[in-house]
């Protein structure tokens, strides 16, 4: 197997009440006041994004065709437990005109392709519906 880059995201971050981050490429520019979720909604918005490549990627695979675009509504929880924080996820998918088997099994390989949930596994608790 050969490795090839294919992208470098690059974000600039401040902090404290007036802090805010953004891309080089200029395509993310927020600001984030204190106190916010802003990390785990971006996280959350990266992460479904790249799950929804996944399972069109996981689709084709198949030789599915989906007839609609995925949607994915990405829940990500902020947890502490004895002074120790963590993260749990949740993800909604509607594959919609698919066979709830089929989709089903589209969602689950989707999650072996995807570098985010590959980055995750083992470390955050994932539930995943389809809706």
């Not at 802090?19 to 990266?46: C, V």
């Not at 609609?68 to 998918?93: C, M, T, W």
Request: glycine share 8%; proline share 5%.
């Amino acid at each position: 197997m050969t490795e090839k880059l294919l992208l470098t995201g690059k974000t600039h971050n401040t902090g404290g009440r007036n802090g805010g981050t953004r891309s080089a490429d200029g395509q993310l520019d927020l600001k984030l006041k204190q106190p916010h979720p802003a990390a785990e909604n971006l996280f959350g918005a990266a992460w479904s994004a790249c799950y929804i490549g996944a399972i069109e990627h996981a689709a084709a695979q198949r030789n599915i065709k989906l007839p609609a675009g995925p949607e994915v509504d990405a829940e990500i929880d902020l947890n502490v437990d004895d002074g120790s924080y963590f993260l749990r996820a949740r993800f909604n998918v509607r594959l919609p005109d698919i066979d709830r088997e089929v989709a089903h099994e589209i969602i689950h390989a989707a999650h072996e392709i995807c570098p985010y949930s590959k980055a995750t596994r083992g470390n955050i608790d994932v539930t995943t519906n389809l809706v």
